[in-house]
């Protein structure tokens, strides 16, 4: 945040609509342009509306005397601009923001990148990214085990709600039964939840446009205020406050049995569904890093009873419950149906969060590094402290600082060009966003290595040595 704004809200707020205008003239030619850079150059809506807002607030921060001329020579500058000093600008920034992909003049949208070193050695440069625990408990992240005081004064709050919510969805005050209301099996009240999914969004300004343009709802265009445009059965609430998640299912911390194996880190990913308990645990997966292995991935029967699977966000779907077999260790990855030439997939599941949780655990020691994306929701609805995690938020962090965050899908398309989650009503794989997450790590152990080589750091035999002093360097290269 700004110690002092360089200006007022008023003039922020247009300067930086006036960049965004001229960003979004260029991008477009982009978007009708034919040559192969075209997929490479073009930012989608969210990626533009963060260049604008990044560009605002560096100037805001770095040249607050000159805040307001600055900004105006440059959306100027971006007035007079052609395509192709738009396209070498944006060759320009993909070369800063990851230097060791090739830059996008080719056909292909991901390149692979190598770090130069081995997965020993990957995993000898962890430790350097490994978030600190001071001060996370402020941004949802349980560090410490709740304590009987805390868990007593959720029970007594929850007892004196006598089930009323409020939807997470359209808002309404509803109740909700655990284990059926007696008189006629109802598992909440209210009826039907009418609602929008989408997130409010503020539509593109065209040339040809006067006056202003209201906000949105990005699942249907209609404004906000207006009807939902989706039906569900039934209202749904979430619960976020720690000690009221500790008393539906106690948080355990990360036991230490032992050394799985010294040189491991876990990538780490959970889908959640809506339950009478509130937003609950319905699909865990572990994958290794740096490899991307699949070690662990389990539908998880929840402890309350399901209200929504959140089939469109969490890709879990009412069929994979039914086709699921029960987990045994002989049985721990995803089968195959033969039903459908499409050979579907049909994954094992347990039966409880809790179980899930004891099979992430043999995979982990206390300072096995944990690697996920906004770690604290995963983390939270398996109920784990865990003491060691890298989270990509942490690793690329929103330059206006949490509780602001970027999104996993963004963080992958524009520092690997790589696009995720792209199954659209299908919801999200949480296999696929394990393995983005390590991918993210995996290139910032290739800047941090880069960085080490630069001050003359050097790797030998997985073991790396710093830089010899100026006098021993010249004794070696006179010996």
Same mark, same amino acid.
């Given at each position: 945040?700004?110690?002092?704004? %360089? ?59 000159? /805040?307001? @001329? ?23 920034? !993909?070369?800063?923001?990851? %230097? ?57 709050? $929850? ?35 009418? /609602? ?54 106690? /948080? ?85 149906? @033969? ?10 599941? $347990? ?37 060691? !995690?890298?989270?990509?938020?942490? $690793? /690329?962090?929103? %330059? ?16 690997? @060009?790589?696009? !995720? ?59």
């Amino acid at each position: 945040m700004l110690k002092k704004p %360089p200006a007022s809200h008023v003039i922020r707020f247009q300067l930086l609509k006036l960049l965004h205008e001229q960003m979004l003239r260029l991008n477009k030619e982009v978007q009708t342009s034919t040559d192969s850079t075209k997929d490479a150059l073009e930012l989608s809506e969210a990626e533009l509306i963060t260049a604008a807002l990044d560009e605002e607030f560096k100037t805001a921060r770095d040249d607050p005397q000159v /805040y307001a @001329n600055v900004l105006k020579l440059r959306i100027v500058a971006l007035k007079r601009m052609k395509i192709d000093e738009w396209k070498k600008e944006r060759l320009k920034q !993909i070369a800063q923001d990851f %230097p060791n992909i090739v830059p996008p003049d080719v056909k292909k949208p991901f390149v692979a990148f190598e770090t130069g070193l081995s997965s020993i050695e990957e995993l000898l440069l962890l430790p350097k990214l490994i978030t600190a625990q001071d001060g996370l408990s402020k941004h949802g992240y349980v560090t410490s085990p709740l304590t009987e005081a805390d868990i007593e004064q959720a029970r007594k709050g $929850v007892e004196t709600s006598q089930g009323w919510e409020q939807c997470d969805r359209c808002k309404s005050r509803f109740q909700v039964f655990p284990g059926r209301r007696s008189e006629d099996g109802a598992l909440t009240s209210g009826g039907s939840c009418t /609602y929008h999914f989408g997130k409010p969004r503020r539509p593109a300004k065209e040339k040809s446009d006067t006056g202003h343009k209201d906000t949105v709802h990005s699942c249907c265009n209609q404004q906000l205020g207006t009807p939902g445009c989706v039906t569900a059965e039934s209202h749904v609430f979430k619960v976020s406050e720690a000690k009221r998640l500790a008393l539906i299912m106690p /948080y355990k911390t990360t036991p230490n049995r032992g050394p799985i194996t010294p040189e491991s880190a876990v990538c780490f990913d959970c889908e959640m569904g809506y339950t009478t308990f509130g937003m609950e645990l319905i699909r865990l997966t572990a994958t290794a890093w740096p490899d991307g292995k699949e070690l662990l991935d389990v539908l998880v029967r929840p402890l309350g009873e399901i209200l929504d699977l959140n089939s469109r966000f969490s890709g879990v779907w009412p069929k994979d419950y039914t086709d699921a077999v029960q987990y045994t260790e002989s049985i721990s990855h995803p089968q195959l149906s @033969n039903d459908s030439a499409e050979q579907e997939r049909r994954l094992s599941m $347990v039966n409880s969060p809790g179980e899930a949780r004891e099979l992430l655990f043999t995979h982990l020691t206390a300072t096995t590094p944990l690697i996920g994306h906004a770690l604290e929701n995963d983390l939270n609805s398996a109920r784990i402290i865990h003491p060691t !995690i890298i989270d990509t938020v942490m $690793v /690329y962090p929103h %330059p206006r600082g949490l509780p602001i965050r970027h999104g996993l899908k963004m963080l992958v398309k524009r520092h690997l @060009n790589k696009d !995720i989650q792209t199954g659209g009503a299908q919801g999200h794989d949480s296999k696929e966003d394990a393995r983005a997450a390590g991918e993210l790590v995996r290139l910032k152990v290739l800047e941090t290595w880069k960085a080490m080589q630069a001050e003359g750091w050097t790797v030998r035999q997985g073991e790396f040595f710093p830089p010899l002093p100026e006098g021993q360097r010249l004794k070696r290269l006179i010996a």
